[in-house]
């Protein structure tokens, strides 16, 4: 029997006692009072508590059963819940794995990914090693170089210094080869050139005018050595081109 079907029985019993209780007391009512009915009096005065405690019990019992009712009408609609949930659960967990398993691919590439990068950093590190290897080597080189031009620069001022040193010496050595062909011509086999047209005396001008031209240049020569030869050499051939 249902907890409904019971809740029923205890009011239709409750007011099925209503009117025993109500008939009682109109009998005893009527009968007369006499000292023989007292306790019969007394058995309905009992009868009667005793229903109205057997209503409160069945009042109190049927609140009991329905909140009863309302507790198992509840857990029924949380186990409808729970067996929805648990409909759903299997959808749940493959999600739940679906979840997991993308979760998985995801971590995979990511470190795939981070892996690649790191390989991608240390060979670029490793090139740029190489790099500054390669430019400390072309510092190096440029700085070797650079030394050698310094080197080749000082080196090539020296050897222009030697050259201007060697002109002078050698444009004073032909200064002076000039100077011993101008006065002694005979040193080369011709003591003079032999013109018919020229007297001898024109002919004497005509040889101590170059000879006197190259002494006078000769004079004005840087040499000091070669300034006082050619002096003398003017005073010897002709005393007013010295003066």
Known sequence: MAFKDWTRFFRRSETDLQPLASDQDAAGAETPRSSAGEPDREQQLSRTALMKELEQGFHQVGRVVERFDEHLGTTNRLMESVAAEQERLPALI?????????SRHAHEAVAQTLSSRDEANQKLLAHLGTLSDSFELERDQHRAQLALVLRLQR?????????????????????????????????????????????SSNAA???VQPLNSSIRAAAMSP?????????????????????
């Open 94 to 102: 493959t999600e739940l794995t679906a979840a997991a398993s993308a």
């Open 155 to 199: 080196g090539s001022r020296r050897v222009l210094i030697l050259l201007l040193l060697f002109s002078f010496l050698l444009i004073s050595i032909l200064l002076m080869l000039v100077l011993i062909l101008a006065l002694r011509p005979d040193l080369i086999g011709s003591d003079r050139i032999a013109n018919p047209w020229l007297t």
């Open 205 to 207: 001008q005509v040889e």
């Open 223 to 243: 040499e000091p050595a070669i300034q006082a030869t050619a002096k003398e050499l003017l005073e010897q051939t002709s005393p007013e081109a010295a003066e």
